[in-house]
Structures are given as structure tokens and as C-alpha cells.
């Protein structure tokens, strides 16, 4: 047993007094190149502030806007379970609320922490958390206001997510900044996600399963006849999410290891967690018995976004105390073991449920 035991840290390896002592040291720091925050949204977010009373503490806040997004996969759950729907039209503004809301209060926080002077990195690390988990979550609800139904193209949107966020994660570690570009997932993707909520709440999401050649002018020709405009727009958003976002994360990180004479070389190992996470993901689906054809795919998503949120949130603790680079969490395992008992074909669909279902419950 001690052999077994040593794989896993102990509860006084996770933050050490010298980390602790980093930890009073830290400072935040951010990079905002988008146009829309300078000349509109910062605004917005400043006189949001005021509407929040000084004694509210600035993790309610962030907690009270994940809220938003959880009662958002509630109603999923209650009125659209398929994911496909169409719902009712009013379903479809509350998506796009919820997320406006969860985008507001997630800046807000911030602001409100330096308002009451009370910031603090353990507020940067609830807050970031929140965000992680927010990752699957908010991927859901768009699916839901895409009608993608439990399909892979749901699974793509939370993969594109949750890839964006982990190499942010990951080159603010290296860097020390948290830097968003001109366009950006928390601005401009965030508010083209909401306004295509709203649109399915206006024109039904069928829109979005029309012919990319009839229902995107121009462009839609560029794609194989049989795409639908929802195919084109999960294929745009890779190519942006791959040489838009991962590429300059590598970019940032390559040229912070180069001032500080670090190789970058040694950094891209540390990417090969999240490989390991997604492909875990992809196979256990892909050779499901039970996750697709009896719809348990939110059940899954929960359960490999909770993983996915506790390992980024190890590494921004990493990061806020100099500590190094952590290479996995325990929450993975499920995933990996769930992947190999489907791959070899060992499941039922009851026996793979009660895994699932064990699976969350550990991850939790």
C-alpha cells in the first residue's frame, strides 16, 4: 500500500510553507487588447460595480454568476433534456441572459474586490476556478441554444472551451499575465455566443441546420455540401481557437522563456495532461454503450468538466505560489479507466452507467 500511496501527494505537499510565503507576495496581473472592453464593456463593468453594495464580498459575486449558468443547464435539463428542442422561445433569452449575467458579475468581482479593498490571490483562484468549471457548463447551455442535441457536435463546443482555457491557464503560469487578445473568448466570443442565443430565441435553432451553402452567404460555398451552417461555424472557430489562441499562447510562452533563459522545449510536456484528458474523453465516448444512445452525455460532461476544473485550478494555485508545474490530478482517473473498460468493450450499458455515475461522484 505504501508503494501505491506514494504516487499521490499528501495533504502537506500541496502548499508548502515556502509556498505560502509566495503566495503573500503574489500580484495579479492582466493584458486586455480587446476594442470592445476599452471603449464599451469597461465602461459597462464600472457602473456595474455601483449597483452592488459594499458588503457583499466579491466571491458571492463571482459565485452568484455561476449561478446564472447553472440554472441555465437546469432548465436544460427540466424542459429540453435531448439538447435539441426547439424549446420554447423564451428558454432560449434565458441562455443568453444567464451567460450576460455570469460575463457581468465575473468582472464586476474584481472591481468590487478593489472597491472594499479585499483582493486577494485566493480570490484570483475561486474566481479562475469558477471559470473553469463555467467552461462545460456554459459549452452545454450554447449547445442547447444550437439544437445540437447529444451529438459530437455538443462534445466539440465544450472541447474548444475547455482547450481555450487550459492553454491560457498555461501561459499565465509561464508568463505571469493573464493576456487577452484583441479578440477574445470572455469578450468577443462570449457576446456572439449570447447573441446566437438570442437569435435562436427569435428564429427558432433550426437556423443553425440549414445547408452552410444556402445559410452562410459567400463563405458557406467554401465547406462540402453536406455541412450545415453549425458544421461551418465549429470548423471557423477551431481554425480561430488553433492559430488565434493556442498558437500565441505558445508564442507568449516561447518568449518568456527566452527572456528568463528557460527552454521552452521542457514547458510543452506540461500540455500533455489536457492530451491525455481529451483523448481519455474521446475514446470512453466513442466506444460507449450507454452515453450517446440513452442520453447520458450531460452526466458525462459534468463529470469530465469537474476533472477539467480541478486541473486547471491546480495550476493556477502553482502559479500563485511559485510552486511546479503540477502534471496531474487524481479526478483524471476515472476518465482514463472509463476509457479503457469502454475501449475493450467490458461495459454494459448498466454497468457503464453505475461507473458514470461512481465517476462523478469521485470527481466531486
Not at 465549429?234 to 533563459?261: R, Y
Request: net charge negative; proline share 5%; glycine share 8%.
Amino acid at each position: 500500500m505504501s508503494g501505491i500511496r506514494s504516487y499521490f501527494p499528501s495533504g502537506d505537499e500541496y502548499v508548502t510553507e515556502d509556498a505560502l510565503k509566495n503566495l503573500r507576495n503574489y500580484r495579479y496581473r492582466a493584458v486586455d487588447k480587446s476594442f470592445l472592453t476599452k471603449y464599451l464593456y469597461r465602461h459597462y463593468w464600472e457602473w456595474a460595480v455601483t449597483l452592488f453594495p459594499l458588503w457583499m464580498a466579491p466571491n458571492l459575486i463571482t459565485l452568484t454568476g455561476l449561478s446564472f449558468e447553472i440554472f441555465d443547464v437546469l432548465l436544460v435539463l427540466l424542459i429540453m433534456p435531448d439538447l435539441e428542442g426547439p424549446g420554447p422561445w423564451w428558454l432560449y433569452f434565458a441562455f443568453g441572459i444567464g451567460m450576460w449575467l455570469y460575463s457581468t458579475f465575473d468582472n464586476v468581482d474584481g472591481k468590487q474586490a478593489r472597491r472594499t479593498g479585499t483582493s486577494s490571490p485566493l480570490g484570483e483562484l475561486f474566481d479562475h476556478g469558477c471559470d473553469a468549471l463555467n467552461c462545460t457548463i456554459a459549452g452545454i447551455v450554447e449547445a442547447s441554444a444550437f439544437g445540437c442535441g447529444i451529438s459530437w457536435q455538443t462534445v466539440t463546443i465544450v472541447f474548444f472551451t475547455t482547450m481555450t482555457f487550459f492553454f491560457s491557464t498555461w501561459e499565465e503560469y509561464h508568463t505571469g499575465v493573464l493576456y487577452l487578445g484583441y479578440v477574445n473568448g470572455p469578450t468577443e466570443i462570449l457576446t456572439l455566443a449570447v447573441l446566437a442565443c438570442f437569435a435562436s430565441g427569435i428564429w427558432g435553432p433550426a437556423i443553425w441546420h440549414v445547408k452552410a451553402s444556402h445559410g452562410l452567404p459567400i463563405i458557406g460555398r467554401l465547406f462540402p455540401g453536406t455541412w450545415e451552417v453549425a458544421d461551418a461555424l465549429l470548423a471557423l472557430t477551431g481554425l480561430a481557437m488553433i492559430f488565434g489562441h493556442c498558437a500565441i499562447c505558445c508564442w507568449n510562452v516561447h518568449a518568456a522563456c527566452k527572456e528568463q533563459k528557460r527552454s521552452f522545449t521542457a514547458t510543452l510536456p506540461q500540455l500533455v495532461q489536457y492530451a491525455v484528458f481529451a483523448i481519455s474523453c474521446y475514446v470512453w465516448l466513442d466506444n460507449s454503450t450507454t452515453i450517446f444512445v440513452n442520453n447520458h452525455l450531460v452526466l458525462f460532461m459534468i463529470t469530465a468538466g469537474t476533472a477539467f476544473g480541478r486541473i486547471v485550478s491546480k495550476i493556477i494555485l502553482a502559479h500563485l505560489t511559485e510552486m511546479p508545474f503540477p502534471s496531474y490530478t487524481v479526478q483524471m482517473v476515472p476518465l482514463a479507466v472509463g476509457a479503457i473498460i469502454a475501449r475493450l468493450g467490458l461495459f454494459t450499458p448498466p454497468t457503464e452507467l453505475m461507473f458514470l455515475i461512481a465517476s462523478f461522484l469521485f470527481v466531486t
